[in-house]
């Protein structure tokens, strides 16, 4: 079992930044892929960006160059910096888990995802 508890969610104005954290604890070397997915009232919960293993990145066509997905192995700790918001971009985020490493094959599909935190708000007006 893998643990995950986010951080960091507020409101913002459009054009300033958030960062977002996720702490992991349990069994996290099982954990080969980790993600941040995003949902949106009504809407179905979506991929932002994942991390391998081995550092590998991924991200939505949405937030290319505006979102940063990094993790610190030390602090098992999962990140997602998040600049030049938009009123797009509100939502509950979410970090997942994924044992299998084709959770990060570029799909950001959420069923690859075995793991998930309660959810941290993000509100751009």
């Known amino acids: 079992q893998v643990q995950l508890v986010e951080s960091g969610g507020g409101s913002v104005q459009a054009g300033r930044s958030l960062r977002l954290s996720c702490i992991a604890s349990?069994?996290?070397?099982?954990?080969?892929?980790m993600g941040w997915f995003r949902q949106a009232p009504g809407k179905e919960r979506e991929g932002v960006a994942t991390?391998?293993?081995?550092?590998?990145?991924a991200y939505a066509d949405s937030v290319k160059g505006r979102f940063t997905i990094s993790k610190d192995n030390f602090k098992n700790t999962l990140y997602l910096q998040m600049n030049s918001l938009e009123p797009e971009d509100t939502g509950m985020y979410y970090c997942?888990?994924?044992?299998?490493?084709?959770?990060?094959?570029?799909?950001?599909?959420?069923?690859?995802?075995?793991?998930w935190g309660q959810g941290t708000q993000v509100t751009v007006s």
């Open positions: 991390i391998h293993r081995d550092g590998t990145t």
């Open positions: 997942a888990a994924a044992r299998d490493a084709l959770a990060c094959g570029g799909t950001l599909t959420a069923g690859r995802f075995d793991y």
């Open positions: 349990g069994d996290i070397e099982s954990s080969d892929c």
